[in-house]
Structure formats: structure tokens, C-alpha cells
């Protein structure tokens, strides 16, 4: 399949119907909308899978961000800047490229993570989802988190 259907098929139904490890989910989520339904208890779905609720996505965030402003609130607990690391600027189409090359040659586990990982930075894929999908964030009760006071927190526990 050539890489553009490829990237299509995946825009079209979704990187995780493409993955097979969701079919371990299917008698567990069967059994969740089952008590749901006998019990009334809606919530018992959100608790055991909170990415489902009764066949539609449950979209939540704790960050809207990006690589350079991760990078930016760790040099700020840091005290540290550009020139104290080493940066690299990659394609996300290039990088996605390698990743199929690789699966080619056999090196099927790196090309595999480069294409998942590769596609959380193309759009339409799945890296930032809030302004197409929304968050049900307020629904749930969970607040937007503050990501230099969590850079923080994780460092000062490392």
C-alpha cells in the first residue's frame, strides 16, 4: 500500500482501529456497557476504560502543548537553555518514511514505533485532537494541569 493510502486509511478510521491490541478489550468493554446498562451505573465505563463511554470517545488533556514548550518548562526547573543540550529538528513525514524503510528491511519493531510515534505529529492523527474532538475534561471533573509546575514537581522527585 503506498505510504499516502496508507496515512489516508489511518486519517479515515483512526490510528487505534488500526492497532490489534484493541481486540483484547472487546469482552472487558462488553462486559462494562453490560453492567452499565443493568445498573444504571454509566460511570463504571468511564472508571475501567476512560477513553469509551457508551461508543463514543471520551477525549481528556491535562496539556495542550508541543515538544519546544516540554522542553522550555524543563530548562526553566533546570536553569539550563538551548546550548546546554543537544536539539534535533526532524519531519514528522521523513521520520514516518524511515519508519516504513525500516519495517521493509526487517526492522520491524523500530519502524513500527517510528510510524505510531511519527504520526502523533502529522495532522489529523491523533497528536492534538481538543480543537477537532474537544475535551470532556469540566464533564469529568479534571482541571487543566500546569505543565511547568509538573516539569517541576518531576524533577525535584527524581
Do not use: C
Not at 111 to 126: E, K, P
Request: aromatic share 10%; no cysteine.
Amino acid at each position: 500500500m503506498a505510504d499516502s493510502q496508507y496515512l489516508k486509511k489511518i486519517a479515515l478510521f483512526g490510528l487505534a482501529n488500526l492497532a490489534p491490541l484493541n481486540a483484547a478489550k472487546a469482552a472487558p468493554r462488553a462486559r462494562i456497557e453490560e453492567l452499565g446498562k443493568e445498573t444504571g451505573a454509566g460511570w463504571i465505563g468511564i472508571v475501567s476504560n476512560p477513553w469509551f463511554d457508551y461508543n463514543k470517545f471520551i477525549y481528556i488533556s491535562s496539556f495542550r502543548t508541543n515538544q519546544r514548550e516540554i522542553l522550555d518548562a524543563v530548562q526553566t526547573a533546570n536553569k539550563t537553555k538551548d546550548e546546554d543540550w543537544k536539539i534535533e529538528h526532524r519531519d514528522a513525514q521523513k521520520y514516518l518514511d524511515e519508519g516504513l524503510e525500516l519495517i521493509d528491511k526487517g526492522e520491524f519493531l523500530e519502524g513500527l514505533v517510528r510510524r505510531l510515534y511519527g504520526a502523533l505529529f502529522i495532522d489529523g492523527l491523533g497528536g492534538d485532537y481538543e480543537p477537532v474532538r474537544g475535551l470532556q475534561n469540566e464533564l469529568l471533573g479534571l482541571e487543566q494541569e500546569d505543565l511547568l509546575q509538573t516539569v517541576s514537581s518531576l524533577i525535584a522527585e527524581a
